[in-house]
């Protein structure tokens, strides 16, 4: 299993974090997803062959938030 | 119809804004309520027969934030 970093704007509350991580969740080859609110990050479990850094992207700002590229 | 002004602390977002508003606006005798965020307050337009102030502050604090008093 894979594990990357993604540095999103935007995210204030337990509201937000809950969009990002639940968005993340539901893409198929993410095992798990964690939003620091202090970080501006989210962290994520992942399978390499199954899903790609633009889907997640996509998931990230499908729920209204900027990915810091 | 009667509206107040309520002060609330905590709300940062729109997830928030959707939070307090749908909770109010679930009570029985409101007829509306608008959340400023910039403002950190929620104007209620609302029935003094039907609601009460207690009423509206509990539905406020179910969703997490604390009114202001």
Redesign the interface.
């Known amino acids: 299993m894979a594990n990357k970093t993604i540095k999103v704007e ?1 995210m ?5 974090k809950s ?1 990002v991580e639940g968005a993340l969740n539901k893409l198929e080859g993410v095992n798990g997803a964690e939003v620091s609110l202090e970080d501006n990050q989210v962290s994520v479990d992942y399978q390499k062959d199954k899903v790609d850094d633009a889907a997640m992207v996509d998931a990230i700002e499908g729920q ?1 938030y900027d990915v810091v590229k």
Chains 1, 2 share one sequence.
């Not at 204030?12 to 937000?16: V, Y």
């Open positions: 935007g204030t509350c337990g509201h937000c969009s209204g």
